[in-house]
């Protein structure tokens, strides 16, 4: 069955940076695209960055332009989320998601903490 293992979160200062991982099995990793998104208390979950499954391509919300950078290693069936120049609005649950066969898997998700 699809799992995804999220990993990488914890408490980081304001400017600080992170890296999260998703350790994916299941599937065919490498024919799949894969997202991470973000859901804050009281807020609804939002999308924060997807890779293509070639990694060829990569979309981010507005927000995280210029400070998160997704990624992928297929041989190891795993995608990163780098997040440099983190603020206290990116404090979140960060979820990584697959979409396959019209159905969309979730990880259980990794809190991420932006706090002096």
């Known amino acids: 069955q699809v799992q995804l293992v999220e990993s990488g979160g914890g408490l980081v200062q304001p400017g600080g940076s992170l890296r999260l991982s998703c350790a994916a099995s299941?599937?065919?990793?490498?024919?799949?695209?894969m997202s991470w998104y973000r859901q804050a208390p009281g807020k609804e979950r939002e999308l924060v960055a997807r890779?293509?499954?070639?990694?060829?391509?990569?979309n981010y919300a507005d927000s995280m332009k210029g400070r998160f950078t997704i990624s992928r290693d297929n041989a190891k069936n795993t995608v990163y989320l780098q997040m440099n120049s983190l603020k206290p609005e990116d404090t979140a649950v960060y979820y990584c998601?697959?979409?396959?066969?019209?159905?969309?898997?979730w990880g259980q998700g990794t809190q991420v903490t932006v706090s002096s």
């Open positions: 998601s697959v979409r396959r066969q019209s159905y969309d898997y």
């Open positions: 299941g599937f065919t990793f490498s024919n799949y695209a």
């Open positions: 890779i293509s499954s070639s990694a060829s391509s990569a």
